[in-house]
């Protein structure tokens, strides 16, 4: 019992684990990867659902830790969709030669601390327990479907589909009546695909939605090349960016209310015409006075009413929410689909579903018949997957436990209780409101210098203390309350689970956050204990 199996248990195939175990072993760990899935991927392994993309450019949506990595590979789009992000992953897993420490098709399912020992036993639903010094939750944001309870659910005659539990297979909607429930980033995606392939699509529609569009092209072999030439200045831009990315299309440094009118809506129409999530860069106060916002919003909405024909189906379309408090969509004409004769907008506003039937959706003012439903319902974002395994820390206290009033970490990398347990772009990091790849490069980049440090102090625990957690809390629930996110019900607040405590889980500003992350390790791992 002296030694565990391993060094490292890294729970997830995903980029986080991937970039993990490949840091791990240049650490000199040992270590196990397990993952759920048939490959690796995460995210990019399961979302297969038509139109699937990133919505960060491909070029910044990659790993910049090794230069030959990022020299060598070719996207072919300017936002590269899951086929070819899913062939990335397993190229840097055969690069890396990653999968011969990876257990596939494999879920894990408690992850238990023991106080004399120090080692954590991970037990999976296959195959024996690993025991490991420490446990790497890099379990992903938008891993655990979110399938809401409707009634009657279960006696529908035809196929559900969930967006992030695609089959492999693909899905032929040929000559059917299709309904989609849900209107974020997944169904803005697949709905125009699905729409011309359906006989009839019926759009359920709880929320309207902002989109931008992608203009989303080849990537020039000249461009990509120009980029490649100067891959660092990229990177280097992106991690100064609140985001970690948009160093293609840098933020405008001024109040959208410090411009004239002409002015505002001349640069609006230019990001317009640029496309993408960096519209919101246009001006650095969009997310943070609502006057500023509202500029935004009624050039978007503007932009609306220009696409669909049908007024009132425009006026259905339209958000009242503040611009990007949810993630704003990314899209490929998703507002014009709602101008093709087979498509329905039904507004769960006006009336809400009742019940699913046998035959379809019931709503309180129609039965629509459907011979499939697929829900574009999104996920239990950031905690969902931490909270399906039964995880127990210091005096087997259960991290259900710790987090019962909502998730409580210090830095989104480790919760008080809980030693030698990390989480990659846990609640209370910037994760989900950055370039997931840059975030998840920072973390495991941290953990590895973490734990070299570690052994360098000749200990072999560490911990987040108390009081540093509990201000860490404080501090990213103020920093949330500067902005206009926490004013609308978006995942980023669990508004979107029934039930789901809200606290707004990840935190605005990638570069500032960054700094704290190299401060407290220069003051000797401030707020943590080391033994
Ligand atoms: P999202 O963005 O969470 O969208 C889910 C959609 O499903 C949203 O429109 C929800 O409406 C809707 N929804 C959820 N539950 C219901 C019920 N019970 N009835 C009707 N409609 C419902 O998930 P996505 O997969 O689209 O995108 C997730 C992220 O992936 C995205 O932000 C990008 O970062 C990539 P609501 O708005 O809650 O009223």
């Known amino acids: 019992m002296d030694r565990p199996q391993v060094d490292m248990a890294i729970v997830g195939a995903g980029f986080a684990g991937l970039y993990m175990l490949h840091m791990a072993r240049q650490r000199g760990l040992t270590a196990q990867v397990v993952e759920a899935g048939g490959d690796v991927g995460g995210t990019w392994y399961w979302n297969r659902y038509p139109g699937a993309r990133c919505d960060v450019e491909s070029m910044e949506y990659s790993f910049g830790f090794d230069d030959d990595l990022q020299q060598e590979w070719e996207w072919t789009e300017r936002y590269a969709p899951q086929p070819e992000i899913l062939r990335y992953a397993n190229h840097v897993a055969d690069r890396f030669d ?20 120090g080692h954590w036993t991970v037990t999976t639903d296959r195959g024996p327990v690993i025991t490991a010094r420490y446990v790497v939750m890099a379990t992903g944001c938008l891993s655990t479907a979110n399938i809401p309870d409707i009634p009657g659910a279960a006696t529908f005659t035809g196929p559900t589909y969930h967006t992030g539990r695609w089959p492999h297979e693909g899905v032929d909607f040929t ?23 359906a006989d009839h699509l019926t759009v359920f529609q709880r929320t309207p939605t902002y989109a931008v569009p ?204 809980f030693p030698n347990l990390f989480t990659i772009t846990g609640p209370g990091s910037p994760s989900v409101l950055t370039n997931m790849i840059e975030s998840i490069q920072q973390h495991v980049e941290w953990i590895g210098r973490c734990l070299a440090d570690l052994g360098a102090a000749g200990a072999t625990t560490i911990e987040a ?33 029934p039930g789901k405590t809200r606290v707004f889980m990840p935190l605005p500003g990638f570069p500032t956050y960054v700094q704290q992350c190299e401060d407290i390790v220069a003051d000797g791992y401030r707020g943590f204990t080391r033994a």
């Open 175 to 197: 000559g059917q009546r299709v309904g989609v429930i849900g209107t974020g980033s997944s169904a803005v995606q697949s709905i125009p695909l699905i729409a011309e392939q």
């Open 214 to 417: 992608a203009w989303n092209r080849p990537l020039d072999p000249v461009e990509q090349k120009e980029i490649k030439a100067d891959y660092a200045a990229l990177r280097a831009a992106n991690r100064q960016s609140s985001s970690a990315f948009g160093g293609l299309q840098p933020r405008n440094d001024v109040s959208a209310l410090a411009v004239s009118d002409e002015e505002r809506h001349a640069e609006y129409e230019r990001r317009w015409a640029v496309g993408g999530l960096t519209f919101l860069g246009a001006y650095n106060d969009l997310l943070l006075v609502r006057a500023a916002n509202e500029t935004a919003r009624q050039f978007v909405i503007g932009k609306l009413h220009e696409i669909v024909e049908d007024p009132e189906v425009a006026a259905k379309l339209t958000p009242d929410q503040v611009v990007g408090c949810k993630r704003l969509c990314v899209d490929t004409g998703y507002w014009a689909t709602f101008n093709r004769p087979n498509v329905t907008l039904v507004d769960l506003r006006e009336t809400p579903i009742e019940a699913i039937t046998e035959r379809g959706i019931r709503t309180t003012g129609a039965e629509h018949e459907l011979d499939a439903i697929v829900y574009a319902t999104g996920f239990d974002a950031m905690t969902g997957a931490l909270a399906r395994i039964d995880i127990r820390g210091r005096g087997g206290r259960p991290l259900a436990d710790a987090w019962s009033a909502g998730p409580r970490t210090y830095l989104g990398l480790m919760v008080a209780g």
């Open 465 to 497: 203390t108390p009081e540093a957690q509990d201000a860490w809390v404080d501090y990213v629930n103020s920093v949330a309350g500067f902005t206009l996110f926490p004013t609308c019900n978006s995942w980023y607040l669990g508004a979107n689970v």
């Open 98 to 117: 990653l999968r011969r420490d990876i257990r596939f098709d494999t879920r894990v399912t408690a992850a238990t601390y023991d106080d004399e020992s």
